[in-house]
């Protein structure tokens, strides 16, 4: 290699020595320093390792070639390729072993000179060593050597000559070799393949050539430039790599006619090409002056029958250092180590990295792989975050039917965990409306029923004449306040918000006796203070706190209440309008502002956030004109549209308006699962057709789906059927003639006055088994069942050999579905099948199909054959 770029080599089984090859052979040991500092002498090849000197091989001048001794005796002995074309045994370091010592200095002479290109030593017998050569006229330029083979002087001449007069030493030159092959050409690179001993592929001048030792005056060969460099993957043996200048051919040995792959040519001369021997095809490339070493990921996606499909590619570059790099040499173990040297000798250890592929599974397992190593993320013991997680959350809610109680729709919020109280809102809502919806419609069919659904601010806007005020007494009081007249209206509206019951009694008694039920002191409290029944509001606080679970403030707050006074100017009122906004319950807060406030004015009740929209909104309904009643409805709703409060589906119903909303709601929550049945409730078939709806919809389907809830998204698919006619799927799936491809199913109900239903193909319960093995459209036989033999619409028990046993225990399952053993299947890769009881009998005892000579195995190929349903599994 004198007067050219150095190249490097690791040794094949010794992980600590490489050599780099120039005018002369060095060879160097690597050591860690991580724990140590650098030695004098050494190398620094990269932050923690570094190479010394050990020793200098200068006795082979001329060098263009060197291939390292695969086996592991002796340990460092190359063979080395000279420009006259003489391969020369060499050692780095002293052998004591006497039965290799005679191999150093062996020189293997060809007829006649010229250079040496390439060498390369037989995977599988370590004594072949192949040479190819640049092209002669009257001689081969591949020969095949014997390192160790004993030849007898009348087979293979052999003569000792002299070194020089100075030298006492003989060497050894052979000069015949064991094969010859590539007469009057030129070998540039050539590989032994690893499959087979004798068969060796070789990039000759014009093509590349698979010769067979076993009859070497045949070869097979393909026509190509790309003839350098020839290497095999080493983990499929069937692809091969070449080069020529600056493009990479990849072949596929088994169709050698053309490259199956050819990568992107690079601008300037390619010089090296090598896979990596510890990772499954990966390929890298190096150009001329170039500093980057290019990295070709091959990926493959195998087929069911083990056929692969062309290799999708990811490249990416790595730059193992600043200066230009002259070769490059992977490390035979360690994994992605390679090792690059620049023209002047400078060394670096570098390792490529990975790329990291992260899998996210339905069910929040989190791994990633970086090597070959793989890796699970897992959670903290007091690290509750998977929990909050809405994907756990819609997981554990569909576990529980969460949405899917029609009847009583308020459930619903209990089966969701009962935590939320923007879905306990909600569902309170949807149930209010499909009660009331039912009782409007039985009072007028067809009147107000949809008005239901379309939310407290179409209602509103729908009242037909002015609502006027007029003035009540207080219970409890010596005072009035003015309150609006409650029309048919309002009335629906309180309805909605849970504060009476339906009828025409307007009474809060029952709505104030369920809050004090559930402890809801404060709330309950503030709505009788609002229906200006003071002594009622003292009397709630004074229960919830003697109860022992409300707050004991409570009795504060009633002796506070009891003390009221009219008047405007009164110490009473101005000490409770400065320390009412520091009670910590917003509805105490609102008590205090609603007796402290101006007639028409109650800002302080209407605009606190932190009170429920359904209280503020009835409060509305009872207290503002209807000027003021659609404006504020208008603000609040457009104030929950945009923050994606649930609370407002009371005011926008299932409308445009609400799917805004909804829309809102799922872009900061993700809930697909509460927005596909609530839009499901009782939507008018337009918003059921709002993309955005389809779009949650077919999303939660998916996601029930990947969590192998596949019961449940039947069950969610039913249940949307119901609500939703429109969405009942057309069939899908059905059983087509070969020959006219129509429907069989269609034909026969096609042909009513015949009385051909499904039922005579054998899939139906009935008694009559009628025997048709014809298709009804067109009269061709149908196809015949792999195993009895008889066309397909013959019933299982009309079959020979149909096990009748096996058929009375499938079909004791249940009467009322179609008898699965008489169903056509069939194999979608082979294309053979039969009665579906008759298949799965012979796959129960076989792996292969029934069809003579066929040895597709139809069974394994179904990817989802071993999944379960995972509902009852708990997360």
């Known amino acids: 290699m004198s007067g ?14 490489f050599v780099v090859c120039d005018s002369e052979l060095s060879l160097y040991h690597v050591e860690s320093t991580v724990n140590s500092e650098l030695k004098a002498g050494s190398l620094r090849l990269s932050e923690d390792s570094a190479a010394t000197l050990l020793s200098i091989n200068s006795d082979t001048p001329y060098m263009k070639c060197v291939a390292w001794y695969l086996n592991y005796d002796p340990e460092c002995l190359l063979a080395v390729g000279q420009a006259n074309g003489r391969v020369v045994l060499t050692s780095l370091g002293q052998d004591h072993n006497s039965k290799f010592k005679d191999l150093i200095g062996k020189e293997f002479v060809p007829k006649h000179a010229r250079q040496c290109n390439t060498l390369a030593w037989n995977p599988l017998d370590s004594n072949w060593l192949a040479a190819g050569l640049d092209k002669h006229r009257a001689d081969f330029s591949v020969l095949i050597w014997d390192i160790c083979s004993k030849y007898t002087p009348d087979i293979v001449p052999m003569e000792k000559v002299r070194l020089s007069a100075g030298e006492t030493e003989t060497t050894l030159l052979v000069t015949k070799p064991l094969y010859e092959l590539g007469q009057n050409d030129a070998c540039l690179s050539l590989c032994w393949l690893p499959r087979d001993q004798k068969l060796l592929l070789a990039g000759m001048h014009r093509n590349l050539a698979i010769f067979d030792l076993r009859n070497t005056s045949q070869k097979m060969f393909v026509n190509t430039k790309a003839v350098q460099g020839v290497t095999v993957d080493p983990y499929f043996h069937d692809r091969v790599a070449s080069f020529y200048e600056g493009q990479v051919a990849i072949w596929d040995l088994r169709k050698f006619e053309k490259p199956v792959l050819t990568l992107t040519e690079q601008p300037k001369p390619l010089t090296k090409v090598a896979w990596c021997p510890t990772r499954t095809g990966l390929l890298a490339t190096l150009t001329r002056d170039s500093n980057i070493i290019r990295l070709y990921d091959m990926q493959h996606t195998p087929t069911p029958i083990g056929d692969e499909t062309e290799p999708t590619i990811i490249e990416r570059s790595v730059q193992p250092c600043e200066n230009y790099i002259a070769s ?6 360690s994994q992605n180590r390679m090792i690059v040297v620049t023209p002047n000798r400078t060394m670096s250890d570098f390792t490529v990295f990975e790329r990291i592929s992260l899998a996210w599974s339905p069910v929040t397992s989190l791994m990633w792989a970086c090597g070959r190593h793989l890796y699970e993320c897992t959670e903290e013991e007091n690290d509750n975050s998977l929990e909050k997680d809405i994907a756990t959350k819609m997981r554990l809610r569909a576990l529980s039917r969460y949405g899917l109680d029609t009847e009583q729709v308020w459930r619903n919020h209990i089966l969701a965990g009962n935590e939320d109280p923007q879905l306990k809102s909600l569902w309170y809502t949807l149930h209010f409306m499909k009660q009331y919806t039912e009782d409007i419609d039985q009072k007028s069919p067809g009147n107000k029923g949809s008005l239901v659904y379309a939310g407290i601010k179409s209602i509103v806007k729908s009242s037909l004449g002015m609502v006027e005020s007029s003035r009540h007494n207080w219970s409890g009081l010596d005072k009035q306040t003015d309150i609006q007249n409650l029309n048919e209206e309002r009335i629906l509206a309180l309805q909605l918000c849970g504060w009476i019951k ?13 809050l004090v039920q559930e402890g809801e002191w404060e709330r309950a409290a503030a709505v009788a203070l609002f229906n200006l029944d003071i002594r009622r509001a003292i009397q709630i606080l004074n229960e919830g706190a003697s109860s022992g679970k409300g707050d004991l403030n409570l009795n504060v707050v009633a002796m506070a209440l009891s003390g009221y006074t009219d008047e405007k100017n009164s110490l009473w009122r101005e000490m409770c309008s400065t320390l009412r906004l520091q009670l910590n319950n917003p509805y105490l807060c609102v008590m205090f502002a609603f007796l402290t ?17 359904r209280d503020r909104v009835a409060f509305a309904c009872k207290f503002l004109s209807d000027t003021q009643l659609n404006r504020y409805i208008e603000k609040l709703t457009n104030e929950m549209k945009e923050a994606g409060n649930l609370e407002g589906i009371l005011l926008t119903g299932l409308t445009k308006d609400g799917v805004d909303l909804m829309e809102s709601y799922v872009d900061r929550t993700g809930d697909v699962q509460t927005a596909s049945y609530c839009m499901l409730q009782g939507s008018p078939l337009d918003v059921l057709k709002d993309e955005r709806v389809q779009y949650w919809i077919e ?7 990947a969590w192998r809830f596949w019961h449940k998204r039947a069950e969610f698919d039913i249940h949307r059927s119901k609500l939703d006619p429109s969405s009942k799927p057309l069939a899908q799936v059905f059983v087509s003639c070969n020959f006219c491809g129509k429907s069989i199913s269609y034909s026969c109900s096609a042909v009513p006055h015949q009385g051909r239903g499904f039922s005579q193909y054998g899939v139906s319960g009935s008694p009559t088994k009628s025997k048709v093995t014809s298709c009804p459209g067109c009269r061709k036989p149908l196809p015949r069942c792999a195993l009895c033999l008889i066309n397909m619409g013959t019933p299982v028990s009309s079959c020979p050999g149909g096990s009748k046993s096996d058929e009375k225990v499938d079909l004791s399952k249940d009467k009322k579905l179609a008898q699965f053993n008489n169903w056509f299947t069939w194999c979608h890769n082979c294309r053979h099948g039969g009665h579906a009881g008759h298949m799965l009998s012979w796959f129960r005892d076989h792996a292969e199909c029934p069809v003579s000579a066929c040895t597709c195995k139809c069974m394994q190929l179904d990817t989802t054959g071993n999944l379960v349903p995972a509902e009852t599994v708990q997360p």
């Open 699 to 705: 999303n939660y389907r998916n996601l029930l789906d």
């Open 502 to 514: 339906k009828g025409t009694d307007v009474d809060v008694g029952p709505f104030l006796n369920s």
């Open 597 to 613: 406030s101006e007639t028409g004015s109650y800002d302080g009740v209407l605009y606190e956030n932190k009170v429920a929209v």
């Open 328 to 333: 490059f040499a992977w490390h035979p173990t």
């Open 4 to 17: 050219t770029k150095p190249d490097i080599l690791w040794a094949p089984h010794q992980v600590d020595r």
